[in-house]
């Protein structure tokens, strides 16, 4: 007890010289020259105070990153004092030359600001231009912590996958968090980077060392020997120092930020031969099946048939480009391809295409084979996939309807879009006219009618896809009106399927399909108001 009371007694002490002292900032940076991909530590270091709040920094061409505070109180011939100084980890941006502050600290009551620091940040994998020490690292951090590369084999072709795992022993020390490891790979393509898997080797006659291993692929871009690596990880070690000097009783636990690096790896990247390469291949490396699929297999001229063509199996997929068709273009229609979305979860096993194919001729019988060629690594050879001719139906393109003629109603008149009027003489008959004349401006300024002029200037100018569009606002609107009957509502949705059909068939089609359309919504129109 005795003891317990001089060490808080000696505290007190301390904290009310320091108390007393001038108060100083300055910003420190472990160094002036990064590369892009090395980490940078700043200190801001207060001194004579020790409740100091943690000063917000930004700062141009760097994201900053908060690590945490370290007090200390020392004794240097017999005068104490007293400091806090907050780490930040600054991981750079793009290439340049950066300052570091002023920074603001709010400190003893009063508001100090840190000279600046000037930092070059050089293009990664580029040469410093001058000599430069390392950030400080512990002596056992370099022995206890160890950044190690596998692969699998260190010889393969271009494109093809290679799968490696970067590999963390952790030895004696306490490792609070570690981020995902950074790789230098010019001349690779690699793969999405697992969840780390920790586990414990067992070492004969020592405590066990811990193992976290990160699992990727890669895949070399070009031919030649390449150089894989360094990589590089931040871990956040787990440190402690006395907070009162000859006492081991008051001791203080803080996080010191070490970047662990590998060596790199030598890798031998082997061109694809030449020989009996077929002229369909695109690059695919790997080992793989095709299957196709198409829906409807029933359909008229310039309607579209969706093909899903899928690609299965080992290999790079991000190599996989999408099957070739054999088509006759003067019989059918091929729109581009759109590729699906793979697996975000580990390697991708499979590779989607989606395309549209359009008959514009009902000769058509079959969707026309489809082939994909790849080169096997375990062979040495390029293989070539077929999948068979698909049936398929091609009716005739619908030919356009003729509207009936209207017929006089009972009341002795009708209205299609021209006069037709015979009414009875005197003033019910002015009256009736007028109303009718009325009805007929606000149908020209707002009503179908009026939407259809406007889808057949579209269609005369050529703009079939914009006359498409046109004309299903109009079928919509009509749908949505509060008279619609059931029946009309049915009709309108099959004409608005009808019209999504024009709007991707091929120019031609699309603009003959259009003005079939165009009539028979007229019609349609014509016998909702002679209903109505």
Request: overall charge neutral; some cysteine; charged content about 20%.
């Amino acid at each position: 007890m005795r003891r317990l009371a001089i060490a808080f007694l000696f505290c007190g002490l301390l904290v009310a010289q320091a108390s007393a002292a001038s108060v100083t900032a300055r910003a420190i940076v472990s160094r002036t020259q990064v590369r892009l991909d090395e980490p940078l530590e700043l200190r801001v270091h207060v001194e004579g105070a020790q409740q100091v709040v943690a000063p917000a920094v930004t700062i141009n061409g760097f994201a900053v990153r908060y690590i945490g505070p370290a007090t200390q109180i020392s004794i240097i011939n017999g005068q104490m004092s007293a400091s806090v100084t907050h780490t930040y980890l600054l991981l750079p941006q793009q290439p340049g030359r950066w300052t570091i502050g002023p920074i603001a600290v709010e400190a003893g009551g009063s508001t100090l600001h840190t000279e600046p620091v000037t930092v070059e940040v050089l293009p990664a994998g580029s040469p410093r231009q001058m000599p430069q020490e390392e950030p400080a690292v512990p002596a056992e951090a370099s022995s206890s912590l160890q950044l190690q590369i596998g692969l699998d084999r260190t010889k393969a072709y271009v494109n093809e996958r290679v799968p490696m795992r970067m590999q963390l022993l952790i030895d004696g020390v306490v490792v609070h968090s570690a981020q995902p490891p950074a790789l230098q790979a010019d001349g690779f393509q690699v793969g999405p980077i697992s969840p780390p898997v920790q586990s414990d080797v067992a070492v004969e006659g020592r405590p066990p060392i811990t193992l976290i291993e990160f699992k990727t692929s890669v895949a070399a871009t070009r031919p030649g020997q390449l150089s894989l690596g360094p990589a590089s990880m931040l871990c956040q070690v787990v440190r402690r120092r006395q907070i009162i000097p000859f006492d081991d009783l008051f001791e203080q636990a803080f996080l010191e930020p070490v970047v662990v690096r590998t060596e790199p790896v030598m890798f031998e990247a082997l061109p694809l031969p030449q020989a009996d390469r077929p002229t369909i291949f695109r690059g695919a490396v790997g080992r793989f099946t095709l299957e196709v699929e198409a829906a409807p297999t029933t359909v008229a001229v310039g309607e579209p048939v969706t093909l899903l063509l899928r690609v299965r199996g080992e290999g790079n997929h991000d190599s996989v480009t999408a099957p070739i068709v054999d088509i006759d273009r003067a019989k059918i229609k091929l729109l581009e391809p759109s590729r699906r979305p793979t697996p975000a979860d580990g390697q991708p096993q499979e590779t989607v295409f989606e395309r549209q194919l359009i008959p514009l001729d009902a000769s058509v019988k079959v969707v026309p084979p489809v082939r994909f060629a790849f080169f096997d690594p375990a062979t040495a050879g390029y293989q070539t996939l077929t999948h068979d001719p698909i049936p398929l139906t091609v009716h005739p393109a619908p030919k356009a309807k003729t509207a009936a003629a209207p017929q006089p109603s009972a009341a002795g008149w009708s209205w299609t879009g021209q006069w037709r009027l015979s009414a009875p003489a005197g003033a019910v008959a002015a009256m009736a006219l007028t109303a009718l004349f009325i009805s007929w401006l606000i149908r020209a300024a707002v009503g179908p009618s009026a939407g259809c002029r406007k889808v057949r200037r579209l269609a005369r100018q050529g703009r079939t896809i914009e006359a498409c569009d046109e004309l299903s606002a109009v079928l919509e609107r009509a749908a949505a009106a509060r008279n619609a009957s059931p029946e009309l509502a049915r009709e309108v949705a099959e004409l608005r399927h009808r019209c999504a059909v024009a709007r991707s068939a091929p120019a031609s089609v699309g603009a003959q399909q259009l003005s079939v359309l165009l009539q028979e919504t007229e019609a349609l129109f014509t016998r909702a108001a002679r209903r109505s």
